[in-house]
């Protein structure tokens, strides 16, 4: 089992990095050149760094990712691919995605788009997704040990 972050939107990789350490579990953190930053608390993790052009993070994940791993992600469609795989995949505020919520998910998206087009003359401002709050830290790390502790992580 090894757990692999999609570095470009995660804002806890510290915390990820601390909690897989403390139960020996691999972590791969796969992010691109504009996102990369050399921090001593994630030494214990192997970056993979990538270019910076659109999906080149969540192709490389697709390449690397195996059927014991985790994937930690805020990208919809790889996550839905890798559900397909039965593949366990974390949103980056700790809620496992599952099949069913992602096509529901893709399905809303692509409606909101639609109806963008449909009102193309007015500006319409869209609101992005809140700031991630503690309680999110807290649900991520809580369903990530549970993950681990169920896949039988070193203790």
Known sequence: MRIIIDGDAQPYKEEIVELARKYQVEVIIVTSVAHYSDNEKLKYAKVIIVDNF???TDLRI???????????????????????REIIVLSERGYV?????????????????????????????????????????????????????????VF
């Open 54 to 56: 659109k999906q080149a």
């Open 62 to 84: 697709l390449n690397i990712v195996k059927n014991d791993d985790v994937v930690i992600t805020c990208d919809t469609g790889l996550a839905y691919v890798l559900s397909g």
């Open 97 to 153: 995605l599952n099949k069913d919520f992602l096509e529901t998910k893709i399905f809303l998206v692509h409606k909101k788009k639609k109806i963008l087009k449909i009102k193309k003359g007015k500006r319409k401002k869209i609101k992005g997704q809140k700031t991630f709050s503690e309680q999110d830290k807290k649900r991520l790390l809580i369903n990530l040990e549970n993950i681990i502790a169920k896949k039988g992580g």
